[in-house]
């Protein structure tokens, strides 16, 4: 079971890996060159990653793939530069490693065999490499898609999502939509029944990508973000501290406020 998503830091491919662990609160990590060197200046501290000794990318590289399970390496065409390098380093240590060309792959396609490769080699820490921004300005969003549709994945392969959907209603809301993350708290906490907000607040946060894949389609519906309800994801953003955010990602951001809610509430009224 994939418990750890590690990378070296950098912009683009680097960057979207850690940005997927931290939304769905998946523990992450890895090592980066000396004085948290990336392309665009110093990682933010939000990333948990550890510094070397040394400033040279190529012992990061090393480390990171030394630390993992298993390497997955996403980019375009050939390998080149650092790519080519994480993968003779992989081949060396003798670490599985794994290359999406989306050249030839489409990113559900690439997202099936990226699940395949890490229950085959059982992959509990996995490093994820590719290019750096510069090199490659949509590698970003690539990754990301890529990631979140294989976690979707292996949420089907566990089979959970008919134990969890009992907790769940399914039926479409009024269509009074909120404007802000606090009126749609608001507005699922009279939803609910006092059991789904009980069962939310207990839910472990390390599994909380099996309440998201399952709370996606009633939040997503209620809140209008099917009828794109700009001003909700506009206050969204500014709670989650993004610049811009996708509607996927605020819903995440609203499912993890509404459990921490939940959690104050129902768990100490039951302690009590």
């Not at 050249?103 to 690439?110: G, I, K, P, R, S």
Request: hydrophobic share 40%.
């Amino acid at each position: 079971m994939l418990k750890k998503i590690i990378s070296g830091g950098q912009t683009g491919a680097d960057r979207a890996a850690l940005d997927v662990a931290i939304k769905f609160d998946i523990e992450h990590g890895g090592w980066i060159p000396k004085g948290r060197k990336t392309e665009k200046g110093p990682l933010p501290m939000k990333y948990r990653l550890f510094e070397m000794n040394t400033s040279d990318y190529r012992a990061r590289t090393r480390q990171n793939i030394t630390d993992s399970h298993g390497t997955v390496i996403i980019s375009r065409g050939n390998l080149t530069g650092g790519s080519k390098l994480t993968q003779s380093f992989a081949i060396v240590v003798g670490r599985p490693n794994c290359y999406l060309d989306l050249l030839t792959t489409e990113e559900f396609e690439a997202a099936i065999i990226l699940k395949s490769f890490i229950l085959e080699n059982n992959i509990q820490i996995l490093n994820v490499a590719g290019p750096r921004l510069s090199h490659h300005p949509g590698i970003y969003m690539d990754v990301k898609t890529i990631l979140e549709a294989m976690l979707y994945l292996l949420f089907l392969d566990a089979r959970q999502d008919e134990y969890l959907k009992e907790y769940i209603p399914m039926g479409p809301g009024k269509e009074d939509f909120p404007q802000t993350m606090d009126e749609a708290i608001s507005l699922l906490k009279d939803d609910l029944s006092l059991k789904t907000k009980t069962f939310i607040a207990k839910f472990n946060s390390y599994n909380i990508h099996m309440l998201y894949f399952t709370l996606l389609d009633y939040i997503r519906h209620r809140v209008g973000f099917d009828m794109e309800n700009k001003p909700l994801l506009k206050d969204c953003s500014v709670w989650m501290k993004e610049e811009k955010s996708t509607i996927e990602d605020a819903v995440m951001g609203i499912l993890k406020r509404f459990k921490q809610d939940l959690e104050k509430d129902h768990i100490l009224r039951m302690v009590q």
